[in-house]
Nanobody, 126 residues
Framework: QVQLVESGGGLVQAGASLRLSCAAS????????MGWFRQAPGKEREFVAG????????DYADSVKGRFTISRDNAKNTVYLQMSSLRPEDTAVYYC???????????????????WGQGTQVTVSS
């Protein structure tokens, strides 16, 4: 079992930055892939970023490349999403997720992740 708790969301203006955090517990954090997803009202949950167990392999959705950075601190059992140059279209509930069946291979579909946090709201005003 893995428990995930996100924090750091909020209301910001376009162009601002936010850092989301996701604290994990329950299994050895360094043994699995972590991902960030988001879901806007009326839309499907979409992949934002993923990171392998060591932090050495990462990937991003095209819509956030160059603006968002995913990282992890295995000593703190925490994964982060640094978001910069935020846009109104980034408004969504952001979820972190754990893929406990993989250490290296990044999954891009929500169905491949085993555990989810409760989500944190990010709202970007224009």
């Amino acid at each position: 079992q893995v428990q995930l708790v996100e924090s750091g969301g909020g209301l910001v203006q376009a162009g601002a930055s936010l850092r989301l955090s996701c604290a994990a517990s329950g299994r050895t954090f360094s043994s699995y892939v972590m991902g960030w997803f988001r879901q806007a009202p009326g839309k499907e949950r979409e992949f934002v970023a993923g990171i392998g167990w060591s932090g050495g392999n990462v990937d991003y959705a095209d819509s956030v490349k160059g603006r968002f950075t995913i990282s992890r601190d295995n000593a703190k059992n925490t994964v982060y999403l640094q978001m910069s140059s935020l846009r109104p279209e980034d408004t969504a509930v952001y979820y972190c997720a754990a893929d406990v069946h993989n250490r290296f291979r990044l999954a891009f579909h929500a169905g491949e992740y085993d555990y989810w946090g409760q989500g944190t709201q990010v709202t970007v005003s224009s």
